[in-house]
């Protein structure tokens, strides 16, 4: 990495905050990785994992998610969730801190019932095969084409419609998109760009796809409404106030409300107005296990240096 600014503002100064961004993340998702266990409540875990990257000064990318077995991605545990993990379950954990606008953005499967090795490698093997690949000039539909051909070459299919995406400071979810297959968009990845890699896989009776579930604890900001409650304009406020460029969780809202119907109730009308956009649990099509890797790293000329370690 040099030390001019590159385009897109990872400089020396702001590599330095992606590198502690990125360490923090790393640290949370293993910290999730030792407690989640056949009995072990869900809740408990996003509460304390979360609470670990606020207390080391961070602030939250967005919500920790703990998506089980044939839910892909999105899901994080209601106000009063009373979810707990089983013996035979395959759960994401997904996750980043943030710092000054600065997002990491990492994720490990954890196998409780350890059945399911072949589907951990197949992503754990397509990340790492991607992560050698990256360079100035890599094609995203490149990198996507050996992520399809490494989770093949362990007898399952790639998630198409998920994928890795470039981070911008205060934007997740950038304007480049990197497949999980090959596509046929042409655009190159760029020495300093920001990007997660996010290899999602299940096996060959799934379809390869996912699509929205009926959970929804996860929103973003989009703009202001004419509500008509003041329990809603009241949680409009405070998530302007803190959420206005990360995804939150419902349950961070706990406190504005007073009850759980006023929260969700609230949540619904802004949503409904167009304040609020769902981020609902993406569930595999064909109803099949899921697991996915995921690094955050920089594009360097020759290689690329992964944050999220
Ligand atoms: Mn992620
Ligand atoms: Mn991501």
């Not at 998702?29 to 979360?50: N, Q, T």
């Not at 999105?74 to 997002?103: C, M, N, Q, W």
């Not at 655009?187 to 959970?215: R, Y």
């Amino acid at each position: 990495m040099n030390e001019e600014k590159t385009e897109n503002g990872t400089g020396t100064g702001n590599e330095k905050i992606l590198e502690d961004v990125g360490r923090i993340s790393y640290k949370a998702i293993m910290k999730a990785k030792d407690i989640v266990k056949p009995g072990a409540k869900a809740l408990d875990i996003a509460e304390s994992i979360e609470k670990f990257v606020l207390d080391s000064g961070f602030g939250l990318a967005f919500p920790l998610n703990l998506s089980i077995n044939s839910e892909a991605a999105h899901y994080t545990p209601s106000l009063d969730d009373d979810r707990v993990f089983g013996e035979r379950d395959v759960v994401k954990i997904d996750f980043g801190a943030e710092k000054e606008g600065f997002y990491g953005d990492c994720a490990v499967t954890v196998d409780l019932s350890g059945e399911n090795q072949n589907l951990l490698e197949a992503t754990e093997s397509a990340l790492e095969n991607a992560i050698s690949s990256i360079k100035d000039g890599i094609k995203a539909k490149e990198v996507g084409k050996i992520i399809e051909d490494s989770i093949k070459k362990f007898g399952m299919i790639p998630i198409r419609n998920l994928g890795g995406h470039s981070v911008e400071k205060n934007n997740l979810h950038g304007g480049i998109f990197i497949p999980n297959y090959e596509d046929d968009n042409e655009t190159e990845l760029k020495e300093g760009m920001v990007v997660a890699i996010e290899p999602f896989a299940t096996i060959s009776s799934g379809k390869g796809f996912v699509t929205d579930g009926d959970l929804c604890e996860i929103y973003t900001y989009v703009e202001d409404t004419q509500t008509r409650s003041q329990i809603s304009r009241n949680i409009l406020a405070k998530i302007k106030e803190r959420y206005a460029n990360e995804p939150f969780a419902a349950r961070w809202l706990a406190e504005m409300a007073g009850s759980k119907f006023a929260l969700y109730s609230g949540i619904q009308e802004l949503v409904k107005t167009g304040a609020l956009k769902r981020n609902p649990v993406l569930v595999e099509t064909g109803n099949k296990i899921v697991s996915q890797s995921e690094v955050l790293l920089i594009v360097e000329k020759d290689s690329c240096k992964v944050m999220t370690k």
